[in-house]
Nanobody, 119 residues
Framework: QVQLVESGGGLVQAGGSLRLSCAAS????????MHWFRQAPGKEREFVAA????????DYADSVKGRFTISRDSAKNTVSLQMNSLKPEDTAVYYC????????????WGQGTQVTVSS
């Protein structure tokens, strides 16, 4: 079991930056891949970024490559998403999630944190 709590969302102007954090609890955190997904109003939830259990491999959606960076600190049981050069289309609820692997759909989810980018 993994419990996830996101923080760091908010309102930012286009071109600005935000850093999302996800605190995980549970004995299996160091053995799971961590993902970030997002869901905008009226749209389906979509993949944003993922990092392997070791932190050695990452994957990003094309829409955020070069702007977002995912990282994890297994000693602190946290995963972060640094978001730079934010665009209005990045506005969404962002979810932290845990999965068996980098390319496996998550089975544990946080409650989400709102990110709003104004133009």
């Amino acid at each position: 079991q993994v419990q996830l709590v996101e923080s760091g969302g908010g309102l930012v102007q286009a071109g600005g930056s935000l850093r999302l954090s996800c605190a995980a609890s549970g004995r299996t955190f160091s053995s799971v891949a961590m993902h970030w997904f997002r869901q905008a109003p009226g749209k389906e939830r979509e993949f944003v970024a993922a990092i392997s259990w070791s932190g050695g491999n990452t994957d990003y959606a094309d829409s955020v490559k070069g702007r977002f960076t995912i990282s994890r600190d297994s000693a602190k049981n946290t995963v972060s998403l640094q978001m730079n050069s934010l665009k209005p289309e990045d506005t969404a609820v962002y979810y932290c999630a845990a999965a068996r692997g980098l390319y496996t759909y998550p089975n544990y989810w946080g409650q989400g944190t709102q990110v709003t980018v104004s133009s």
